[in-house]
């Protein structure tokens, strides 16, 4: 890997997430460590056809012709996704270092040492001429941490200067947060992370269920609703709110039978409340609670989402880009951040990050061609 004199590698972080929605493509430099400069971003977005594809293939543990179809097709868009970042920056491919390859995740069970993103990392790297890092959570999950989730040690090198104790909440199809201790005199921080229940995916189904698109946009529905709390009290009784952290989630592991019989505004408005009580359910099982919460992901676009989080939480809950985040972006710099952590053989999980019993390596590398 190519290492300018400032330390700083020039990667592309990769990243299609359990929205389905398509894949989010950043070019940022990065030392791996503590120094981290945005370049460009964009989202590619997945067609109907394609996303019901990819949706076939949840659950599965196989390697069956399907699976293996859509995992080619799927490293195929994201070779096109990098043509077209590299385009709009402006930037040669043989000025990139790396790529940070997640892939999609289809099956997440940590329990069982199960996870699996598909995603082809040496045909990427055929298809674009550059370095490839893939597979980040195998290694954490075959030594018995979670697996995820891996954006926390991220979120920790962009923090520095804000008030602490920080949350750093990502709503993407589920939802997790980073809790990031005082700074002490040599900048570190401890960090503290799990995913905290469902993010958007619950809302997105019974949305499209309803017919009424692909997601609530601005939360207008669940505005027009009013929150059912015996369906909610349901909802909430899963066990995995009584866990203590670290801990992560697969998409599919709520099920929204509670709400089944209510009307779509309602419903919306129930599931909506969902993810933020399971989000302020989690601050018990935090060191200390937030002085402020930072959102990240598409759910902060949702503004009955970040009203109800507001009312629950009790202190400022602000969109990431308000401290100069994007927070669309971020997602995929974390792993262009952390595929410059894996060539450096740094850890890019912690025993509070993901419950794995020491700091972890990890990602597994393909050469350029
Ligand atoms: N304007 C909007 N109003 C309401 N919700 C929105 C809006 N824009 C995006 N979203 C929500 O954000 C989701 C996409 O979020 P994001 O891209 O962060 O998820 P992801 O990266 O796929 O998920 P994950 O973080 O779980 O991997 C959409 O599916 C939708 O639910
Ligand atoms: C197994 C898996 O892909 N988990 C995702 C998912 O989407 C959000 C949440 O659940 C998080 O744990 C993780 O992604 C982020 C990027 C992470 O690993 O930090």
């Known amino acids: 890997m190519m290492e300018a004199k400032d330390g700083l590698r020039t990667v592309v972080g990769l990243m299609s997430g359990t929205s389905m929605d398509g894949i989010d493509a950043a070019l940022l430099r990065t030392d791996g460590r503590d120094r981290v400069e945005a370049l460009s971003f964009l989202t590619i977005p997945y067609d109907d056809g394609f996303r019901a594809r990819l949706r076939g293939c949840l659950g599965r543990t196989d390697s ?46 940590p329990d069982r040492r199960i996870t699996r993103q598909i995603g082809d990392g040496a045909r990427l790297a055929a298809a674009t001429g550059i370095a490839v890092v893939n597979d980040f959570r195998s290694a954490d999950v075959a030594a018995g ?41 040599d900048g570190e921080a401890d960090v503290v992370a799990c995913d905290t229940g469902p993010g958007n995916a619950l809302i997105d189904d019974w949305v499209l269920r309803h017919g009424l698109g692909r997601y609530d946009a601005g939360g207008a529905l669940a505005a027009s609703g009013r929150v059912d709390d015996a369906a909610l009290a349901q909802l909430m009784a899963h ?41 302020a359910r989690v601050v018990p099982h935090l060191p200390a609670a937030p002085v402020r919460w930072l959102v990240c992901g598409g759910g902060r676009h949702n503004a009955t989402l970040m009203a109800m989080l ?60």
């Open 64 to 109: 069956g012709e399907t699976v293996a179809e859509v995992e080619r097709d799927l490293t195929d868009v994201h070779a096109d996704a990098v043509r077209r970042l590299l385009d709009k920056a402006g930037v040669a491919a043989a000025a990139v270092d790396l790529i940070g390859f997640h892939g999609h995740t289809i099956h997440h069970d």
């Open 145 to 185: 941490g979670q697996g995820a989730p891996l954006v926390p040690l991220f979120h920790r090198a962009l923090a520095h200067g804000l008030p602490r104790p920080l949350a750093v909440l990502n709503i993407g199809g589920v939802a997790n947060v980073s809790w990031i201790g005082p700074e002490s005199a």
């Open 239 to 279: 066990p995995y709110f009584g866990r203590p952290a670290p801990k992560s989630l697969d998409r599919d592991a709520f099920d929204p039978a509670p709400v089944a019989a209510l009307s779509p505004e309602d419903g919306a408005a129930t599931l909506t409340a969902f993810t933020a009580l399971s989000v």
């Open 310 to 369: 507001a009312d629950r939480l009790g202190v400022p809950v602000e969109s990431a880009d308000l401290v100069g985040w994007d927070g669309d972006a971020l997602e995929a710099q974390a792993f262009g951040y952390l595929a410059v952590r894996s060539r450096l053989g740094l850890p890019l999980s912690l025993p509070a990050t993901t419950g794995v019993p020491a700091p972890m390596p990890g990602g597994v590398f393909h050469p350029k061609p």
